[in-house]
């Protein structure tokens, strides 16, 4: 099925330093999502962006729309423990298709 | 306001069987989705319902079919099952009478289906 290319797969880092994915299309999007999701558990939404260009923080994060439509990046500022987890970037509304389309996850730990 | 719950979170089954998995979206919601998590193919798009009509589909074989009832709860079934149905499977829930790029899908905790 249609994926996005979420990067990168798997990050190793040490509690208190920054961290910081993307996400990229062939296709424009007109909203990216930023869910996280914790082992047994659904994804949570973390960050809802709706114009081109848009840059939104939550607390120690803060994410980006990208200006051609195309691309997200996701930045989560001095890592805490309780940030390890799968991060996922979905796009919404390509085409017109009422579905979201998914990234392949970035796999957090830190290193305490 | 509770959150979008999903019955039962785990679940056994063998090949050959059928399985039903229930959803509740959060209050006000009408609209459901549903998605399967595998780790080989991540999160794929199964099908919408809104107001009791099924709205959208995704590229699955027809043994997975759904429904909505009045109050919007939605069940998902899965028929003939094979060891390659075993995932989460998860619904979100959206209010669904607004532009769809400007509504927020929040999920559920899923249903772990092991197909045996």
């Known amino acids: 099925g249609q994926q996005l290319n979420q990067s990168p797969q798997s990050m190793f880092i040490q509690e208190g330093e920054d961290v910081s994915m993307n996400c990229t299309s062939s296709?424009?999007?007109?909203?990216w999502l930023w869910y996280k999701q914790e082992p047994g558990e659904g994804p949570v939404l973390l960050i809802a962006?709706?114009?081109?260009?848009e840059l939104t923080s939550n607390g120690r994060l803060t994410a980006q729309f990208g200006i051609t439509r195309k691309d997200s990046f996701l930045n989560i500022s001095a890592s805490i423990p309780s940030d390890v987890g799968i991060y996922f970037c979905?796009?919404?509304?390509?085409?017109?298709?009422?579905?979201?389309?998914f990234g392949q996850g970035t796999r957090l730990t830190i290193n305490p | 306001k509770a959150g979008v719950t999903q019955t039962p979170r785990y679940l056994i089954k063998t090949r050959g069987q059928q399985v039903t998995l229930s959803c509740s979206p959060i209050?006000?919601?009408?609209?459901v989705s549903w998605y399967q998590q595998t780790p080989g193919q991540g999160l794929q798009f199964l099908f919408e319902?809104?107001?009791?009509?099924?709205?959208n589909k995704g590229n699955f074989p027809g043994r997975f079919s759904g429904r909505q009832f009045s109050n919007s709860r939605s069940e998902m079934n899965v028929s003939t099952l094979e060891l390659g149905d075993s995932a989460l499977y998860l619904c979100?829930?959206?209010?669904?009478?607004?532009?769809?790029?400007?509504?927020?899908?929040?999920f559920g905790p899923g249903t772990r289906l092991l197909v045996l």
């Open positions: 979100a829930s959206r209010y669904g009478q607004g532009k769809f790029a400007s509504e927020t899908q929040y």
């Open positions: 296709s424009i999007f007109n909203t």
């Open positions: 962006l709706y114009k081109a260009g």
């Open positions: 979905a796009g919404q509304g390509i085409q017109g298709a009422q579905k979201l389309v």
């Open positions: 209050s006000g919601h009408r609209s």
């Open positions: 319902y809104f107001s009791e009509t099924q709205r």
